[in-house]
T-cell receptor, first 113, second 110 residues
Framework: ETGVTQTPRHLVMGMTNKKSLKCEQH?????MYWYKQSAKKPLELMFV???????ENNSVPSRFSPECPNSSHLFLHLHTLQPEDSALYLC????????????FGPGTRLTVL | RKEVEQDPGPFNVPEGATVAFNCTYS??????FFWYRQDCRKEPKLLMS???SGNEDGRFTAQLNRASQYISLLIRDSKLSDSATYLC???????????FGSGTRLQVQP
């Protein structure tokens, strides 16, 4: 149904683990985004990529490292996370322009123990 | 002050009722406005864009008041399937990313 897929859908990791979240969009879009949604808080923008170039980094700690190898794929590499990083991580894509609608993937629900 | 503010609710209404949500935004230079819907444990999905002239899509009507910096969503003849969290979303000039409100939860009851 959705043109944006994310894997894994659920992830439990310890604070010393290294893991990666993957996002893939099948819509031919040129911009991709990572958002974080914590309980009872609004979605927070983390990173924006346009044509594979990072154009926004919203003061995200370095334990989160994005990678955009091409316009269809976006990764979020995680290492030495904290329990407060537990949240729903949502990927989105949009065609390119500043008025374009963003389409979200189903998210990865991350729990850090 | 939050960039986008919404009443968290919940709004509990009977089927068939009309319900309205308001949202205020702080950045007067904001250019694009949207309502997204998010079901429990699911991703946000675009419900409708909001235009200065107001727009309607079936039972849903959205309006924008730039002078007062608020956006409204009216739902007529509520259905059980309308139960969800409604997110007010704003985009600033030249920015690609969206700023989300915390959402207003609607529960339509039989």
């Amino acid at each position: 149904e959705t043109g944006v897929t994310q894997t894994p859908r659920h992830l439990v990791m310890g604070m010393t683990n290294k893991k990666s979240l993957k996002c893939e969009q099948h819509l031919g879009h040129n911009a991709m985004y990572w958002y974080k949604q914590s309980a009872k808080k609004p979605l927070e923008l983390m990173f924006v990529y346009s044509l594979e170039e990072r154009v926004e980094n919203n003061s995200v700690p370095s334990r989160f490292s994005p990678e955009c190898p091409n316009s269809s794929h976006l990764f979020l590499h995680l290492h030495t996370l904290q329990p407060e990083d537990s949240a729903l991580y949502l990927c989105a894509s949009s065609p390119q322009g500043s008025t374009d609608t963003q389409y979200f993937g189903p998210g990865t629900r991350l729990t850090v123990l | 002050r939050k960039e986008v503010e919404q009443d968290p609710g919940p709004f509990n209404v009977p089927e068939g009722a009309t319900v309205a949500f308001n949202c205020t935004y702080s950045n007067s230079a904001s250019q694009s406005f949207f309502w997204y819907r998010q079901d429990c444990r699911k991703e946000p999905k675009l419900l409708m864009s909001v235009y200065s002239s107001g727009n309607e899509d079936g039972r849903f009507t959205a309006q924008l008041n730039r002078a007062s910096q608020y956006i409204s969503l009216l739902i007529r003849d509520s259905k059980l399937s309308d139960s969800a969290t409604y997110l007010c979303v704003v985009r600033g000039t030249g920015r690609r990313a969206l700023t989300f409100g915390s959402g207003t939860r609607l529960q339509v009851q039989p």
